[in-house]
């Protein structure tokens, strides 16, 4: 694992909290993810042609093209000469925000190959790190299902987090810290630890330095804690907001999406109801894999491929988009979660993350393995 140099931390402070630069190298275009106004493309369509309302987090998927279902991506047009932050739809020579959110369209999914074939189908929960070039993952390419981390995710696998911590899942880093119930961390897991799988907070500096487990409500005693995303910067909040998933075990396996406001010690964890698809169908909890960008305004989550009577389509588990109010935290009224028609498939879709910038999405799949065997893959917003 490599040092984690200033110039990284500087670029994902400004990437993460407002600043439109280039944040990602050559590799990756990375900005802000705020993108300025998205209210219309740059290059020459109308305002009514892009879509978007050009917030914080773009508008949300019950808008413009995006509204039922997403997909019909574009080709790539390289005539497009986008700045960092935005993309190009393919024949039309036009640049929109990719914190637009009322457009859905993604090229075709790339394995992230070296990946892939060291984690021999065991890689999940791909979250980008502090450059942008740089990834955490889970793989058990060394044994036990662990959390890794490369500096560079497409020519090297890297290696297991140090200190291990136990079984790890679903690693979250975090370009600011932020603080709970008295911990202050900038990084987050779910471990293994006796009978129970429970969140951890950590420090990360080019390794885990500190580690301890979550306080409560975020890790409870005889309940499985895990799956944290952050919102470090929710709008209209003076506070980020947590999201994470609680599963009890007796005398049922019932899991739950929970929501709090993070500092707020004395605040309640409410439960979050998600409704997805055209029918407005009740997601599942225990596979929602939840991730959210950093204004909170949108939720990414997993959930079984349900058809318009909310019965199982039997295309596995899908990727889902859904508009949140960050200052409730919970799903915005008259709109349902998104299906991500252009990366789902007749396989089983998981664990989804966009880029610092909004412009890529990174997730795990089992296109070309058996059911429940992994490999990460990402693709381009067009």
Request: proline share 7%.
């Amino acid at each position: 694992m490599r040092p984690l140099r200033p110039a990284h931390w500087s670029a994902v402070l400004a990437c993460a909290l407002g600043g439109v630069i280039g944040c990602g190298g050559s590799e990756f275009a990375s900005s802000t993810g705020d993108g300025g106004s998205a209210s219309a493309g740059r290059g020459g369509e109308s305002a009514a042609s892009a879509g978007g309302s050009g917030s914080s987090g773009g508008g949300g998927p019950s808008g413009g093209e995006a509204s039922g279902e997403g997909g019909a991506g574009g080709n790539i047009d390289d005539t497009c000469n986008c700045a960092s932050g935005e993309y190009c739809r393919a024949a039309s020579n036009v640049c929109y925000a990719c914190s637009d959110f009322s457009r859905l369209n993604f090229s075709a999914p790339e394995k992230l190959v070296i990946i892939s074939q060291a984690a021999a189908g065991s890689a999940r929960y791909p979250r980008l790190g502090p450059s942008g070039q740089d990834l955490f993952y889970r793989s058990a390419a060394t044994g036990e299902p662990t959390v890794f981390y490369t500096s560079d995710m497409v020519n090297l696998t890297g290696g297991p987090m140090q200190p291990p911590a136990g079984e790890e899942n679903a690693a979250l880093f975090l370009p600011v810290s932020v603080s709970a119930g008295g911990v202050t961390f900038n990084f987050a897991f779910d471990a293994v630890g006796g009978p129970y799988r429970n969140l951890q907070f950590a420090t990360w500096n080019d390794g885990v330095a500190i580690s301890a487990l979550a306080p409560s409500p975020y890790s409870k005693a005889s309940f499985h804690s895990s799956h944290m995303a952050v919102a470090f910067r929710a709008t209209g909040l003076n506070a980020p907001r947590a999201y994470w998933v609680e599963t009890q075990q007796y005398p049922v396996v019932k899991s739950q999406l929970f929501t709090k406001v993070m500092g707020d010690d004395d605040g309640p964890a409410e439960a979050v109801t998600l409704l997805l698809g055209p029918g407005n169908c009740a997601a599942t909890p225990a596979q929602l894999s939840p991730w959210v960008s950093p204004d909170g305004t949108q939720l990414l989550v997993t959930n079984r491929g349900l058809d318009q009577t909310c019965t199982p389509n039997g295309v596995g588990t899908e990727i889902y988009l859904v508009s949140m109010d960050p200052l409730t935290g919970q799903q915005l009224p008259s709109t349902g979660g998104i299906a991500l028609k252009d990366v789902n498939g007749p396989s089983d879709e998981t664990d989804a993350s966009f880029s610092w910038d909004m412009c890529e999405l990174y997730f795990a799949s089992s296109r070309e393995r058996e059911p429940e065997s992994y490999d990460l893959y990402r693709a381009q917003r067009r």
